[in-house]
């Protein structure tokens, strides 16, 4: 008899986590780093060896099913990876038909946004409310919508990848190799870019050899004028983006998760500034607020993917 236990994983360019839920609370956790270089067959050895340590083979009858984030594109519909920038070689890969074979548990996959995205609405700063929008800025810039109490998710499974709205026609080139996207402009990784051009004007950031986004919110904080500017300037991309969310999806509130989001409270008047400056007048009330999941939103949203699965 199936129990009510649940496994979430969510494999990471750079950590693999898995988490054992029971009644929508993480009971027990595992983490390690990815086995990059290892590909699929790597990772799979290190999820296997985490699944023991979470539910070991003899209590494999409690679990319910194994739900599964991972970054995309990801064809949820065939449960296959179409192509994963920070995996290498996962190509074609039919993870969800692979890690069920060698567990013996059904898998439920997911994109890393989108099962964020219903992390948040389930059990984060979504909850109560039929319209948000999950934006997730980190590294990069992803994200997911529900829309009239749906969680959509489109062609393949692959909707929301907002950081690839095109903002400019001039600017940096984006990871997807187009110029001036909302992640080539908004991301973690531009807001460390332009503080790297930015160090040698700055007090604080000069004495740092290996810049990276959180020092800039760091000297904020500590009052240097230029991590201010660059978070100044941080706010107003976002803000930007996010009002073209707001117009699109007409949600009832923004989420924004992610790495960056650790430094909301530094960027939360000016991303509504620019909302209230820019949107169409029934858009301009539009809250942007930070995740409620921290990050764990992945793992709630991928134990989410289990529970709310039909049976069978």
């Known amino acids: 008899m199936t129990g009510d236990r ?20 993480i009971l027990a956790r595992e983490a390690v780093p990815t086995d990059v270089a290892g590909g699929p067959s790597g990772v799979m050895d290190q999820i296997d060896m985490l699944v023991d340590r979470l539910c070991p083979a003899a209590r494999r009858a ?8 991972l970054a995309g594109p990801i064809d949820t519909e065939a449960a296959m990876v179409t192509r994963i920038p920070t995996l290498p070689g996962w190509d074609g890969f039919p993870i969800g038909r692979a890690l069920a074979e060698r567990t013996g548990i059904p898998v439920h996959v997911e994109n890393d946004a989108i099962a964020a995205t219903l992390g948040e609405w389930r059990h984060g700063a979504g909850q109560g409310v039929q319209n948000i929008v999950y934006l997730t800025v980190s590294t990069g810039i992803g994200g997911g919508a529900v829309v009239d109490g749906r969680l959509l998710h489109g ?26 996207c909302f992640e080539a402009l908004a991301s973690g990784s531009a807001l460390r870019d332009r ?118």
Not at 155 to 180: E, N, S, W, Y
């Open 155 to 180: 062609r393949k499974g692959i909707a929301g990848h907002l950081g690839h709205m095109r903002m400019a026609q001039d600017g940096p080139v984006c990871p997807c190799g187009t110029i001036g």
């Open 6 to 25: 649940i496994i979430a994983i969510d494999i990471g360019g750079t950590q693999l986590r898995l988490a054992l839920f029971e009644n929508n609370a």
């Open 195 to 312: 503080a790297v051009e930015a160090a040698p004007g700055s007090d604080f950031l000069s004495a740092i050899p290996d810049i990276d986004a959180r020092h800039v919110f760091e000297g904020a904080r500590a009052g240097d004028r230029s991590c201010i500017d660059l978070l100044a300037h941080e706010a107003m991309y976002l803000g930007q983006g996010i009002t073209s969310v707001i117009h699109m999806f007409s949600p009832d509130r923004v989420i924004m998760g992610g790495g960056v989001s650790n430094g909301f409270d530094l960027l939360d008047s000016g991303i509504h500034d620019i909302i209230r400056r820019d949107a169409m007048p029934p858009f301009k009330g539009v809250p942007v607020v930070k995740a409620g999941l921290g990050g764990d939103s992945g793992l709630f949203g991928a134990a989410s993917l289990v529970a709310e699965a039909a049976p069978g």
């Open 62 to 69: 409690e679990i319910r099913g194994i739900g599964l984030s």
